[in-house]
């Protein structure tokens, strides 16, 4: 495999990771939760364990 193909492969990998990684803060964004800061810092420091991830999401989810 060529390696500009794998760096592409990769970049985009890691590009989908971060924007799955990011969706509860998203959501939050796009609701125009009154805590999305909030929800940001911490989708950003506990949302990669799953509980963190599924607790922001839930958080944004929320009105």
Excluded: Q
Excluded at 9 to 37: D, M
């Amino acid at each position: 495999m060529p390696f500009a193909l794998f760096a592409a492969l990769i970049f985009v990998g890691v590009l989908a990771a971060l924007i799955v990684y990011l969706i509860p803060s998203f959501v939050a964004v796009h609701r125009e939760h009154e805590n999305k800061a909030g929800i940001l810092i911490v989708n950003f420091l506990a949302g990669w364990t799953i509980v963190g991830w599924i607790w922001c999401l839930m958080w944004s989810l929320r009105d």
